[in-house]
């Protein structure tokens, strides 16, 4: 498959979001959050999103962090040495966030969502920087953040959410064209799109197997009636999707 990003409706959506923050009104707060379950594409989104459209800071969290870990990440991506007192620490990456602008894109956030510290001290970062900050969650993430009453001061400055959402028939159409280096008819589409549920990453999955099978009998095209009956995502002998796992 090709190295491309398919501008599928989600991979627009975000970059229309990238704007929104990019050219918000100075006293708006800058808070976005994106979620969307697992496989839907998130990831690649984020990718993209930072090579192409915003000069970030990219951090990915995780379960074991705590305030110190979690500066000790930020200021390691922003190239800031850390100072003995976290205090200091985080006053040393509001200056360089505010010095460069970076977004602050802060991935898994479902690990920081329910520590009080982390999410306060998130809050600190924007607010004294005044730059863009970007969670990527699950699709409960949003939800948990805001069903927080303790999280008030954090959820009311969460001026963009963006859910992403599995592909729809046009889509799979969008990515086949954009990433397939064969042809396949529309009736092995629309099987791929029924058998992935619109999962990017199960089409993909489905997508590089029909590749394969076009490679090993030399074809340029491939029809639904040349590909049978064969699965087009990894099963178990239970039925379970493994690249769902």
């Known amino acids: 498959m090709k190295n491309e990003i398919a501008p599928v409706k989600n991979i627009q959506r975000l970059s229309e979001l990238a704007i929104e923050l990019r050219e918000r009104p100075a006293n708006q707060p800058g808070i976005a959050t994106v979620t969307g379950e697992s496989g839907v594409g998130k990831s690649t989104g984020l990718t993209w999103l930072t090579s192409t459209k915003i000069d970030a800071c990219y951090v990915r969290a995780m379960q074991v962090w705590s305030p110190s870990s979690m500066l000790a990440t930020i200021a390691r991506e922003l190239d800031v040495d850390p100072a003995n007192q976290l205090a200091k620490t985080c006053e040393r990456i509001v200056q360089e966030l505010a010095r460069t602008g970076r977004t602050l894109l802060v991935d898994e956030a479902d690990y920081v969502v329910d520590n009080v510290r982390l999410i306060n001290t998130l809050r600190d970062l924007h607010d004294m920087s005044t730059v863009p900050l970007v969670l990527v969650g699950m699709s409960d993430f949003a939800k948990k953040l805001r069903a927080r009453i303790d999280q008030k001061q ?92």
């Open 154 to 245: 954090f959820t009311g400055r969460v001026a963009f959410e963006l859910e992403f959402a599995p592909l729809d028939l046009a889509d799979m159409r969008t990515l086949v064209k954009s990433v397939a280096e064969i042809e396949i008819d529309d009736e092995l589409l629309k099987a791929l799109f029924d058998q992935s549920k619109g999962i990017t990453r199960l089409a993909c999955v489905g997508l590089g197997r029909i590749e394969a099978f076009a490679k090993k009998v030399d074809a340029r095209a491939v029809t639904a009636k040349m590909w049978g009956d064969r699965p087009l995502n990894a099963v178990t002998s239970a039925g379970r999707t493994k690249a769902a796992a």
